[in-house]
C-alpha cells in the first residue's frame, strides 16, 4: 500500500493478552488513541488474570517470521517489540528487523517476567533473554526497561538510547530508606548526551492497572511514526501516560485522545538540579 494512501502505521511484535488487555491489546488500543494503525504480529498467546500470569504458549518462529513480513510488506513507518516468549522468536525478530534497523525507528520493550506470575512462568527464556541483550539492543532505536530490567545498565551499553522507567523502582526505595519519594523518575539515556530524568508526581491507587509500561513504549514508537524526535516524543509520551493513568478508574486502562501533543506546553520548568517536571 502506498504510504500516501494508508495511516501512520506501526508494526507491533509481542504477546496477546485478551484476559487482561496488556501486550498486543493495549498496543492497538494506543495506536487508535493516536489515530495510528497497528500490524499486529503475535508471539505468543497469554492467559492472565488479577493473581498474574498463569500460562504462556509461544507461537512457531515461521509463524511469528509472516505476520512481521506481511505487515512490512503492507508498509509500516515504525516497530514496537515486547514480549518475545524465547530464544527462538527472538532469532527471527532479530534476522527480519536487521535490514530495517537504519531506515524504521524500533522501540523494544525488554519484558521478560510479569510483575505477578504462576511460578516457572515466563514472558521470555534466559537465553531469550540473553539473545536479545547481544543483538537486538545494538539495532534499536530505543529501549524502555522498567528500573528492575535495567539494573546496573551494563547491559544496555550499546543500545542507541534507553528510557529507565521508574514506575517499578518501589522495592528497592523501600528497602535502602523504607520510604518513598513523593515523585516518579524516568531517566532518558541517548548515548553522547547527558542523561535527561524527568520527574511527575506519583499516583495514588493505580499499582493494580496493568499494562501501562506497554502502553508507554507504544505511545514513544506512534510518535516516533508520525516523525517526532525522540526526546519529544517520550516527554510526550510520559506527560500522555500520567494524564491517561489519572484518569483510570476500576484498576483499567483507557487510552484516548489527548489535548497533549508533541511540541505543545512543553515543560520549560526546571528545578534547581536541573530536573524537568512534567
Not at 551494563?154 to 538510547?161: D, Q, T, V, W
Not at 532518558?188 to 493505580?206: C, K, P, S, T
Not at 514508537?221 to 493513568?245: D, F, H, P, S
Request: aromatic share 4%; with cysteine.
Amino acid at each position: 500500500m502506498s504510504a500516501l494512501l494508508r495511516p501512520v502505521t506501526i508494526l507491533c511484535v509481542g504477546g496477546n493478552d485478551i484476559h487482561m488487555g496488556a501486550g498486543l491489546q493495549t498496543d492497538l488500543a494506543v495506536a487508535e488513541a493516536l489515530g495510528c494503525h497497528a500490524h499486529l504480529a503475535p508471539t505468543m498467546h497469554t492467559v492472565q488474570t488479577e493473581d498474574g500470569l498463569q500460562s504462556v504458549d509461544v507461537l512457531d518462529r515461521e509463524a511469528v517470521g509472516r505476520s512481521m513480513l506481511d505487515g512490512l510488506s503492507d508498509g509500516v513507518d515504525a516497530i514496537k517489540i515486547g514480549a518475545l516468549g524465547n530464544e527462538l522468536i527472538a532469532e527471527v525478530v532479530v534476522e527480519i528487523l536487521d535490514p530495517w534497523r537504519d531506515i524504521l525507528p524500533i522501540v523494544f520493550d525488554p519484558v521478560s517476567q510479569a510483575s505477578k506470575s504462576k511460578t516457572g512462568v515466563c514472558l521470555n527464556t534466559p537465553a531469550g533473554v540473553q539473545l536479545a541483550e547481544q543483538r537486538l539492543l545494538p539495532m534499536v532505536t530505543l529501549a524502555t526497561p522498567n528500573s528492575m530490567e535495567y539494573g546496573s545498565g551494563k547491559s544496555y551499553l550499546e543500545c542507541p538510547a534507553v528510557l529507565q522507567k521508574g514506575g517499578h523502582a518501589d522495592p528497592f526505595l523501600r528497602f535502602e530508606s523504607d520510604a518513598q519519594p513523593d515523585y516518579i523518575s524516568d531517566v532518558l539515556h541517548v548515548r553522547g548526551r547527558v542523561a535527561l530524568e524527568m520527574r511527575h508526581a506519583r499516583l495514588d491507587n493505580i499499582q493494580a492497572v496493568h499494562g501501562t509500561g506497554c502502553a508507554l513504549s507504544s505511545l514513544v514508537t506512534c510518535y516516533l511514526a508520525k516523525g517526532i524526535e525522540l526526546e519529544n516524543a517520550v516527554i510526550t509520551a510520559l506527560r500522555v501516560m500520567q494524564q491517561w493513568l489519572g484518569n483510570t478508574k476500576d484498576a483499567i486502562l483507557h487510552p484516548q485522545a489527548s489535548e497533549i501533543l508533541p511540541g505543545t506546553r512543553m515543560p520549560d520548568q526546571r528545578d534547581a538540579d536541573g530536573h524537568i517536571w512534567l
